[in-house]
């Protein structure tokens, strides 16, 4: 019995591993009500992913350093800074704790952190693999005010709470 324990932890651990992030994109949207989108994004992602013997078996941790998300606006990328805190909560992280198969993608059950919280989310996602290679593309939203971070106005102008984010996300095997 322990021999075939063994057997079947060593056939897991052969056909897991890790894989190698290769370029990406992290895209957030939200809105100034009355006024315009607001669209910053970053490339500048760190992933440490594993794979186990299908996809519903991927875990790790995938991080961009919050000062990196950039928009069309520098000076709204300031204040956006400001209120995110990111010159003490230097990183935004999600952990991966599971993947369920829907009928055409993915759901992904992940822990995010933002300016020092950490929630639950749920992200819907299509998963494309082959022998050499893993895209992840999916969507999930956030409340600014889930993660202290106060909703920006000015003036009449107020930020949408809600927050869109998009990630595209490319792997080696």
Do not use: C, W
Not at 15 to 31: C, D, P, R, V, Y
Request: aromatic letters at 6%; glycine letters at 4%; zero cysteines.
């Amino acid at each position: 019995m322990f021999k075939l324990f063994i057997i079947a932890l060593t056939s897991t651990l052969l056909s897991a591993g890790a894989l190698t992030f290769t370029q990406g994109t992290i895209k957030a949207h939200t809105e100034v009500f009355g006024d315009s989108a607001i669209d910053p994004f970053t490339t500048q992602i760190t992933s440490e992913l594993t794979l186990g013997t299908d996809l519903t078996q991927l875990h790790g941790t995938i991080s961009i350093p919050s000062i990196s998300l950039k928009s069309e606006n520098e000076g709204r990328d300031e204040h956006m800074h400001e209120a995110m805190h990111s010159d003490t909560q230097k990183l935004i992280s999600v952990r991966i704790n599971s993947v369920k198969k829907l009928q055409n993608n993915y759901q992904i059950a992940a822990d995010l952190t933002l300016n020092g919280v950490t929630k639950a989310i749920v992200s819907v996602a299509n998963i494309q693999e082959d022998t050499a290679a893993l895209v992840l593309d999916g969507n999930f939203t956030i409340n600014m005010t889930d993660y202290n971070i106060e909703q920006p106005s000015m003036l009449f102008f107020t930020v949408r709470n809600a927050v869109d984010v998009h990630y595209n996300l490319k792997y080696k095997k």
